[in-house]
């Protein structure tokens, strides 16, 4: 049976946080920002009626999708940061 020289046995243990642990620091993160932008929107909302509502609702929407997309980004980069350390 060939081996490509990645044995089970002769691998190093990987140092720093668990990849785990970054996810879910990172799950965690993304849920507060989701958060605060939905209150800060609701509350904005609040405060007015008719078009400008409308456009508070607009750019509510268009901050959660940043906030997904930077995060999303940012769990990317550390993990082909991750995986060009190895």
Same mark, same amino acid.
């Given at each position: 049976?060939?081996?490509? $020289?990645? %044995?089970? #046995? =002769?691998? @190093?243990?990987? +140092? #720093?946080?668990?990849?785990? =642990?970054?996810?879910?620091?990172?799950? *965690?993160? @993304?849920? /507060?920002?989701?958060?605060? *932008? $939905?209150? *800060? #929107?609701?509350?904005?909302?609040? +405060?007015?009626? #008719?078009?400008?509502?409308? *456009? &508070?609702?607009? $750019? =509510? =929407?268009?901050?959660? /999708? $940043? /906030?997904?997309?930077?995060?999303? %980004?940012?769990? &990317?980069?550390?993990?082909?940061?991750?995986? %060009?350390? @190895?």
């Amino acid at each position: 049976m060939p081996t490509d $020289g990645a %044995d089970a #046995g =002769t691998a @190093a243990a990987p +140092t #720093g946080p668990r990849p785990d =642990t970054r996810l879910l620091s990172r799950i *965690v993160v @993304a849920w /507060v920002e989701l958060t605060l *932008v $939905g209150f *800060v #929107g609701a509350a904005l909302a609040s +405060t007015t009626s #008719g078009p400008p509502r409308f *456009v &508070v609702f607009f $750019g =509510t =929407t268009l901050l959660t /999708v $940043g /906030v997904l997309f930077y995060n999303v %980004d940012r769990h &990317v980069a550390a993990r082909l940061a991750a995986s %060009d350390e @190895a």
